[in-house]
């Protein structure tokens, strides 16, 4: 299922509209986590697609928060909105929420899926990626 091509720049915006994100690129599809830094970050479950960095303007005051030795979380400061998860110099992992450009996006898998809360898994055929294998292919955090 692949979602429709949609011609850039695609626009998101945060809940209170104080921060605008421009993308002139992306890759349409969406990964979903269940680490214990998603979930209290989340609410629950977290979820991005990703754009490379050049392709991302910015515009509002963003708030960061080093989340682990090698990645930052954005979020806006007056509303709260979580806005992106980034590795350091890798592209932007954004929230589907913010865009509707999003809403066709598929869901292609979900990681820490054995972490989920019992409310918090995902309907479809996407791959379901442990917690154990997940970290044996990705830089992770110790206790996530
Ligand atoms: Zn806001
Ligand atoms: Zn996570």
């Known amino acids: ?68 030795d090698f990645a930052e979380r954005a979020f806006c400061p ?9 590795d350091d110099g890798g592209p932007y992992e954004l929230s589907p929420g913010l865009f509707e450009i999003a809403a066709a996006f598929p869901l292609i898998r979900e990681v820490y899926a054995d972490c989920a809360q019992r409310w918090a898994g995902l309907a479809g055929d996407h791959p379901r990626i442990t917690r154990e294998a997940y970290e044996t292919d990705n830089p992770h955090q110790e206790g996530a």
Request: with cysteine; aromatic share 6%.
């Open 78 to 86: 007056r509303c709260g909105s979580n806005l992106w998860l980034r």
């Open 1 to 68: 299922m692949a979602a429709e091509a949609t011609p850039a720049p695609a626009t998101g915006r945060c809940l209170c509209g104080a921060v605008t994100i421009t993308l002139q690129a992306w890759n349409p599809a969406i990964s979903a986590c269940h680490c214990s830094l998603c979930r209290r970050a989340g609410g629950g479950i977290m979820a991005g697609f990703e754009a490379p960095a050049d392709a991302v303007a910015v515009a509002g005051d963003v708030a960061r928060y080093r989340a682990t």
